[in-house]
C-alpha cells in the first residue's frame, strides 16, 4: 500500500468528502456508499476480489471488498443512516460498481468542489438528478425506530452501549431490533458501532496523542484491535493515515497548496 496525501475537505452529518494524492490501498470494506471521482482526466483503478476496473470514477456498494489506486481524487463517504443513502444505493442494484463516464465524473467534481467553496450542504437528491437518474418512483422509507437508535448513538462521547439498551429506548425486544437495524443499514449493530468508534478516531487524528491513546480513548480494546480495524475498513494503516490525513481548514499554503491546486486546476482537453 502507498498514501501520499489524504485531504478531509467537509465533514457534514453523515458524510465526508476526501481529496486523496497518489493512494495506494489494500483490500478493505466499509458500510458507506463511497464515490471516487477523478481529476483531470485521469483513469483511476479499482479491484474487488474477482474484477479489474479502470475508469474515470465509480459508485462502490456498501460492504463491498475492493482496493483503490489513484493520483488525483475526491472521495465521497456516504453514511448507512443518512436520509438519503438509498437513493444513491439504487445505482448499485444490479452490479456492485457503478461506473463513472467521463462527463459524469467532470460533472460531480464540480458540483462537489462548487458545495465545499460555498460551504454548501451535500445534496444527495441533486447528485442523483446530476446522474440522470430523477427519483420518479423510489418509495424506500427508513424505519423511524432505527432513525432515533442512530441518533441515540451519534450523541455517545464514545461509542459503546449495549443492543439490549437501545432496544429498551426505542420500546422493541432486542431480537427485533437487531433484525430491524441490519435490514435498515446493511450492516449489523456490532459493526456499526465499530464503524462510528473507527470514524471518532480518524477524526482526532490531528491531536497530539499517541495513536494508542487515541484508540483507548474512543473505546478500541487496544492499538492492535484499531489497527486491524482502521486496515480492514480503509485499506490503509493507521500510521500511514495519521502522517498523510491533513484537515482542509489547517493547510500551510506553502507546502500543500499543489494539492489543493488540483481541485481547481481545468480538465485536460
Not at 464514545?158 to 426505542?170: F, G, L, M, R, T
Request: hydrophobic residues 40%.
Amino acid at each position: 500500500m502507498h498514501i501520499d496525501s489524504v485531504i478531509k475537505l467537509d465533514e457534514q452529518e453523515s458524510a465526508t468528502l476526501y481529496f486523496l494524492h497518489n493512494v495506494n490501498t489494500e483490500f478493505h470494506r466499509h458500510p458507506c456508499l463511497q464515490l471516487t471521482i477523478s481529476l483531470h482526466d485521469i483513469f483511476l483503478s479499482l479491484e474487488t476480489e474477482d474484477k479489474k476496473y479502470r475508469e474515470f470514477g465509480f459508485i462502490i456498494r456498501s460492504n463491498l471488498s475492493h482496493k483503490l489506486n489513484t493520483t488525483c481524487a475526491i472521495n465521497f463517504l456516504l453514511e448507512p443512516d443518512a436520509p438519503y443513502f438509498h437513493l444513491l444505493s439504487h445505482f448499485t442494484e444490479n452490479d456492485p460498481i457503478y461506473r463513472l463516464s467521463r462527463e459524469e465524473a467532470s460533472i460531480l467534481a464540480q458540483y462537489f468542489i462548487h458545495t465545499i467553496e460555498n460551504k454548501q450542504v451535500f445534496d444527495i437528491e441533486h447528485i442523483v438528478n446530476l446522474l440522470y437518474r430523477p427519483n420518479t418512483s423510489c418509495l424506500c422509507r427508513q424505519d423511524s425506530r432505527i432513525v432515533k437508535a442512530t441518533s441515540i448513538i451519534s450523541l455517545l462521547p464514545v461509542k459503546q452501549i449495549s443492543s439490549k439498551e437501545i432496544a429498551d429506548k426505542i420500546y422493541l425486544s432486542e431480537s427485533r431490533f437487531l433484525h430491524l437495524f441490519r435490514e435498515n443499514l446493511g450492516i449489523n449493530f456490532r459493526g456499526y458501532l465499530l464503524w462510528k468508534r473507527l470514524r471518532d478516531v480518524i477524526n482526532t487524528l490531528d491531536a497530539s496523542a499517541t495513536l494508542t491513546t487515541l484508540a483507548n480513548d474512543m473505546g478500541f480494546a487496544d492499538s492492535a484491535h484499531f489497527s486491524r480495524t482502521c486496515v480492514a475498513s480503509f485499506g490503509l494503516r493507521p500510521s500511514e493515515l495519521k502522517r498523510a490525513l491533513i484537515y482542509n481548514q489547517k493547510l500551510p499554503n506553502n507546502k500543500y497548496g499543489k494539492h489543493i491546486y488540483c481541485l481547481h486546476k481545468p480538465a485536460e482537453k
